[in-house]
């Protein structure tokens, strides 16, 4: 019997996430994709949209909890599947000084950003084969330390520097690993990150549109880009985040 041909997307209740969803759907060697996030309404709504191209399946789980990615597991050993794509998108920033944020804010945005990506990349990767892809949204903020977003920028540090390394580990299998590093993108992202504190100006200039950043994510990916930085704006930070962080930060913090 011929296996599924799944895609799995976390964070695909909204922004760049449901956007990678809707590309998905339409391509041929993707049967089926199970769409994680906690709001279940939101899934189902994303889910009804893609449901002309692709089958559905919706798996609400709060990433945050260590024990969420077996659920996941679960589904992939109920019936034979293979996995084509990993997209891991659910994150969340919080801006504020260190200590003015709570620690369960703090220690939240780890769990999310980097161990349930972690853990999520290693309950798949025995599912994947030749040809299939990891798409890890990093950030910008990967390339330099961020004061009063310090938490969120070096889980991303982490996230670049975790893609790197497998990446270089898996292409011998075939399978290739994509970090992003997007600048500003206009989602719900800064709603969240809000909460706690005010974003930069310069931030709110140079939004980027989540439709074709969502694109640009898609098409590295299928190519086997490593890394990918989608605007020119940010390619030039990351040339320019090679100079001294005492001093960058300077200027950015
Ligand atoms: N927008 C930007 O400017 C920007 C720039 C660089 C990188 N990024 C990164 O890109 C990724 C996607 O962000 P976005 O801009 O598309 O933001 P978004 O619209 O806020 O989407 C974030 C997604 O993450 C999910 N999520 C958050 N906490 C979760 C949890 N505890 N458990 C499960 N799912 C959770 C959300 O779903 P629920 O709320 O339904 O759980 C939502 O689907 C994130 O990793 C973000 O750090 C964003």
Not at 221 to 248: C, F
């Amino acid at each position: 019997m011929k296996k599924t041909r799944i895609a799995i997307v976390t964070g695909a209740s909204s922004g760049m996430g449901r956007e990678i969803v809707r590309l998905l759907a339409k391509r041929e060697e993707v049967d089926q994709i199970l769409l994680i996030a906690r709001r279940e309404d939101r899934l189902r709504d994303v889910a009804a949209e893609v449901m002309c191209h692709v089958k559905t399946e919706i798996l609400p789980l709060d990433l945050a909890d260590p024990s969420a990615v077996s659920a996941v597991a679960a589904v992939l050993s109920k019936e034979k599947k293979r996995v084509t794509w990993l997209v891991n998108a659910a994150g969340f920033g919080h801006i504020g000084c260190f200590d003015e944020l709570t620690l369960k804010e703090q220690t939240d945005m780890l769990d999310v950003n980097c161990r349930a990506l972690t853990a999520m990349t290693y309950t798949v990767l025995p599912f994947m084969r030749k040809g299939a892809h990891v798409v890890n949204l990093a950030s910008a903020a990967a390339f330099l330390p961020q004061p009063r977003f310090a938490v969120y920028a070096a889980s991303k540090s982490y996230v670049l520097s975790f893609s790197r390394a497998i990446g270089r580990e898996l292409r011998g299998r075939g399978i290739s690993v994509t970090a992003v590093c997007p600048g500003p993108v206009e989602t719900e992202f800064f709603d969240i990150a809000e909460r706690t504190g005010e974003v930069k100006l310069y931030k709110k200039l140079m939004m980027a549109n989540c439709e074709k950043v969502s694109r640009g994510i898609v098409r590295a990916s299928a190519k086997g880009k490593a890394v990918y930085v989608p605007t020119l704006t940010m390619k030039t930070m990351r040339v320019g985040a090679k100079l001294p962080h005492g001093l960058l930060i300077r200027f950015f913090g």
